[in-house]
């Protein structure tokens, strides 16, 4: 299950997640995936309607860096999630601490993305999959 929500918890719905799982030899059904979800508290990440919007029974805290004065690295951490509304869906943006940071997480999102998430597009095969197996043999020189 550690597996699973570490490496799950960013977006994938549960009939994604239980076809990489049958990729994977682990046959399991949509509503298993679904359960298993809520015990470990993930959730895809979508966008929600009126997220601006504060609930009346919701506290309003000060701004507890008004009067701060900034004068060192790490001394204020924030994080925001930006959703970019596109044509089919969005988009959401991360923030990265550094180049090699961005790097190592794009190329583990191409990764994932192409050798590992299925596509309902390509009956639930992976881009790689369908690429590399439908190649003809490379001629001899």
């Not at 994604?16 to 990729?23: E, N, V």
Request: glycine share 6%; proline share 6%.
């Amino acid at each position: 299950m550690r597996r699973e929500k570490a490496e799950f918890s960013s977006g994938a719905e549960c009939c994604a997640i239980s076809d990489i799982l049958r990729l994977e030899g682990i046959v399991v059904g949509r509503r298993h995936v679904v359960t298993l979800m809520r015990k470990m508290g993930i959730e895809a990440l979508y966008r929600r309607s009126n997220t601006s919007r504060r609930h009346p029974r919701h506290l309003i805290y000060p701004y507890l860096l008004r009067k701060l004065v900034i004068d060192r690295p790490n001394q204020v951490w924030a994080t925001e999630v930006t959703y970019i509304p596109m044509a089919r869906g969005f988009v959401y943006l991360h923030a990265y601490n550094s180049v090699a940071a961005a790097k190592a997480g794009i190329g583990n999102h191409f990764v994932f993305y192409n050798g590992r998430r299925p596509h309902t597009a390509l009956d639930r095969n992976t881009p790689d999959n369908v690429c590399f197996e439908s190649q003809p043999p490379a001629l001899a020189v």
